[in-house]
């Protein structure tokens, strides 16, 4: 029997076939076209295999087959407000109950070019001591409509506190214009009552939003919260703001005068008593008489 000769992609049929020989005894066209059939059947699926695969090419290997995945860097956006370090403060608060309290400026810049400085004045969790912070926001991007508890849940986060109880706010007067005010209860450690505040001024892009708690438990009225606001000015540090200053230019016209500081009355200097002439000459005329008689009460 010769070898089998190698099916290849272009032949169609490349298998040979030798007949077997039939017994002598049994019929030569038995079930050999069937046998053939399946031959032929058989060979067909095996030519389209191969034909299949030498469609496709020849097969890449593993290490070109898997890839791997390009890695791309992920970096984070800017953070809105970033921190403005060595910043001079621009704000101040002549208060009286506040002056003898550490003082703590933080000042930071939204990426809309607003500007935001926060005033703290005191311990929260000190309750002997007067606490008060006030946030100051200026510029474009400043405010926003929101309510005003939600301002002062922002604030009062930022700070770590939490705003546990908040009154019906109503109206307060402040050199900048009408405010709001409300009586609250913050917490952090412990819960503390205070006032808190929130004066947003749309138009000149103005927003300050904060609290003042009294020492002492002792609740904060109306008319302090009003000499608070009306007590910030600016310091030197914001001479090139213009605006800011027109701003704050026109709010001092129009401080309360309950609020205004009193100038000290002028000290005058007592000036001593003269002693009338006649009075001189007399005293100076009894001096050698009162002289004589003490010499004679001495010789007697």
Same mark, same amino acid.
């Given at each position: 029997?010769?070898? =089998?000769?190698?099916?290849?992609?272009?032949?169609?049929?490349?298998?040979?076939?030798?007949?077997?020989?039939?017994?002598?005894?049994?019929?030569?066209?038995?079930?050999?076209?069937?046998?053939?059939?399946?031959?032929?059947?058989?060979?067909?699926?095996?030519?389209?295999?191969?034909?299949?695969?030498?469609?496709?090419?020849?097969?890449?290997?593993?290490?070109?087959?898997?890839?791997?995945?390009?890695?791309?860097?992920?970096?984070? =956006?800017?953070?809105?407000?970033?921190?403005?370090?060595?910043?001079?403060?621009?704000?101040?608060?002549?208060? =009286?109950?506040?002056?003898?309290?550490?003082?703590?400026?933080?000042?930071?810049?939204?990426?809309?070019?607003?500007?935001?400085?926060?005033?703290?004045?005191?311990?929260?969790?000190?309750?002997?001591?007067?606490?008060?912070?006030?946030?100051?926001?200026?510029?474009?991007?400043?405010?926003?409509?929101?309510?005003?508890?939600?301002?002062?849940?922002?604030?009062?986060?930022?700070?770590?506190?939490?705003?546990?109880?908040?009154?019906?706010?109503?109206?307060?007067?402040?050199?900048?214009?009408?405010?709001?005010?409300?009586?609250?209860?913050?917490?952090?450690?412990?819960?503390?009552?205070?006032?808190?505040?929130?004066?947003?001024?749309?138009?000149?892009?103005?927003?300050?939003?904060?609290?003042?708690?009294?020492?002492?438990?002792?609740?904060?009225?109306?008319?302090?919260?009003?000499?608070?606001?009306?007590?910030?000015?600016?310091?030197?540090?914001?001479?090139?703001?213009?605006?800011?200053?027109?701003?704050?230019?026109?709010?001092?016209?129009?401080?309360?005068?309950?609020?205004? =500081?009193?100038?000290?009355?002028?000290?005058?200097?007592?000036?001593?008593?003269?002693?009338?002439?006649?009075?001189?000459?007399?005293?100076?005329?009894?001096?050698?008489?009162?002289?004589?008689?003490?010499?004679?009460?001495?010789?007697?």
């Amino acid at each position: 029997m010769p070898p =089998p000769i190698a099916a290849q992609p272009q032949d169609v049929f490349a298998i040979r076939i030798e007949p077997r020989q039939a017994p002598a005894n049994r019929r030569q066209h038995g079930r050999r076209p069937t046998r053939l059939l399946r031959i032929g059947l058989g060979s067909g699926v095996v030519m389209a295999v191969v034909a299949y695969v030498a469609h496709q090419g020849e097969v890449k290997p593993d290490a070109a087959v898997r890839q791997r995945p390009e890695r791309f860097a992920a970096t984070a =956006p800017p953070p809105v407000w970033q921190e403005i370090g060595n910043s001079s403060p621009i704000y101040a608060l002549d208060a =009286p109950a506040l002056k003898a309290l550490p003082v703590d400026l933080e000042a930071r810049r939204h990426a809309s070019g607003a500007r935001e400085d926060a005033l703290t004045y005191g311990t929260f969790d000190n309750a002997v001591e007067a606490h008060a912070r006030l946030v100051v926001q200026d510029g474009v991007g400043a405010h926003r409509p929101h309510s005003f508890f939600v301002d002062l849940a922002r604030g009062a986060a930022n700070a770590g506190l939490a705003v546990m109880r908040s009154g019906q706010p109503v109206a307060l007067p402040t050199k900048f214009g009408m405010a709001e005010s409300a009586e609250v209860v913050l917490s952090a450690a412990s819960d503390r009552s205070c006032r808190a505040i929130r004066l947003a001024q749309a138009d000149a892009e103005f927003l300050v939003v904060g609290w003042f708690c009294g020492a002492h438990a002792q609740p904060v009225t109306q008319r302090e919260l009003t000499c608070l606001i009306d007590r910030l000015a600016l310091t030197p540090a914001a001479a090139d703001d213009v605006e800011l200053k027109a701003l704050f230019a026109r709010a001092d016209r129009q401080r309360q005068a309950v609020c205004t =500081p009193q100038p000290l009355a002028p000290v005058r200097k007592a000036t001593p008593a003269r002693t009338p002439k006649r009075t001189h000459k007399a005293a100076r005329a009894a001096e050698p008489r009162a002289t004589i008689r003490r010499l004679l009460k001495v010789l007697r």
